[in-house]
């Protein structure tokens, strides 16, 4: 009898020791973003990232995943993951201008950028020991993981137009220094709004149209709204990150951290490709939607290229003036470029 009484705690014992070292043995990483449900950049690379790397981990990973504003708004992001509330969350750095002044340099209207050159060539840029990482991202206690950008941003109205001339004066949305300027160059006024705070301006008429691209209308349930669209001008691009908090990431194993920055270049290289496939086919649903596609002439396009054809080197003064190194990182970023991305 005392064998089987001393018995019984003894096991309890061992199951308690053996659950206790099974949740010790656990990483949770929160993470946080503001996508709308079923956006296309969570479909195509948040979640397949996250379910691979749990895989992966043999399961020592899991990802308490935060949608839709649900820890804080866009702009916040940043700020959350810094402060812990997040361990990562989806920081786009033109909502952020003071603390992330440099990354806009991927969105400028480089033709060598269009595509997954400009994605890769930016994030192999913020992962090794260039000045952008530097400023960016190790100044603010975080580190880079998986990296989006879009095609070039497009221009839509809410109502017609049929020259980019009619855009003269309108107030259109934009995110970041590098679209703002292209904006002005053709005598928009440039009007920075967070993208989920988009729909409301542009149905009360707080804006005339937006610069966006156009998948992303859908999610946004923009598209019902816009009458014309441009097609084939470079208003600039987008450039965004997954971020981590620096003191989660140091607390992680080496095997895990190796799993995660392998996977993340992965699948941020897979979500560019089909973003670019993406794009043509949305713009067909737009126009089979009733949208008015705006297709410039030669004349038009070479006059655009003419007001724009500086807004990168201007740009990059502009940063150089408030001592933000603008020249030094836009030739990180043409030197990426050039190479194989």
């Known amino acids: 009898m005392k064998i089987a009484h001393f018995g019984m705690p003894l096991l309890a014992l061992v199951a308690v020791a053996g659950s206790a070292a099974t949740a010790s043995a656990q990483i949770v990483i929160k993470i946080a973003d503001s996508f709308p449900a079923g956006h296309y950049v969570v479909e195509n690379m948040t979640k397949p990232w996250m379910e691979e790397v749990t895989k992966q981990t043999g399961g020592k990973v899991k990802f308490e995943y935060y949608p839709a504003e649900q820890l804080g708004k866009a702009k916040d992001m940043l700020s959350l993951t810094q402060s812990g509330v997040a361990d990562m969350a989806y920081v786009v750095p033109s909502f952020v201008p003071d603390k992330m002044p440099l990354s806009p340099v991927a969105e400028l209207p480089l033709a060598e950028a269009v595509g997954c050159n400009g994605a890769m060539a930016y994030y192999h840029l913020v992962n090794s020991d260039s000045q952008l990482r530097k400023l960016d991202f190790d100044a603010n206690r975080v580190r880079p993981l998986l990296v989006q950008n879009l095609p070039p941003y497009q221009v839509f109205t809410a109502k017609k137009i049929s020259s980019l001339k009619d855009l003269q004066g309108m107030k259109i949305r934009v995110t970041g220094s590098a679209k703002a300027a292209v904006i002005q160059r053709i005598g928009a006024v440039p009007v920075q709004i967070p993208t989920p705070e988009v729909r409301e301006a542009l149905s009360r008429g707080t804006v005339d149209g937006i610069n966006f691209v156009y998948t992303s209308l859908f999610p ?83 006059d655009f290229e003419a007001k724009t054809r500086d807004v990168a080197d201007q740009w990059a003064a502009d940063l150089d003036k408030r001592g933000k190194a603008g020249s030094v990182v836009l030739k990180e970023y043409r030197d990426q470029l050039a190479k194989k991305n």
């Open 220 to 302: 946004y349930d923009l598209n019902p709204l816009v009458k014309t669209g441009t097609a084939d001008v470079n208003f600039g691009g987008w450039i965004s990150s997954y971020i981590i908090n620096d003191r989660k990431w140091k607390s992680l194993p080496p095997d895990v951290q190796q799993v995660m920055s392998t996977l993340a270049e992965k699948y941020s290289r897979q979500n560019c490709e089909k973003v670019m496939t993406d794009d043509v086919r949305d713009r067909d649903r737009l126009v089979q939607g009733g949208m008015s596609l705006l297709r410039l002439t030669d004349a038009e396009k070479a």
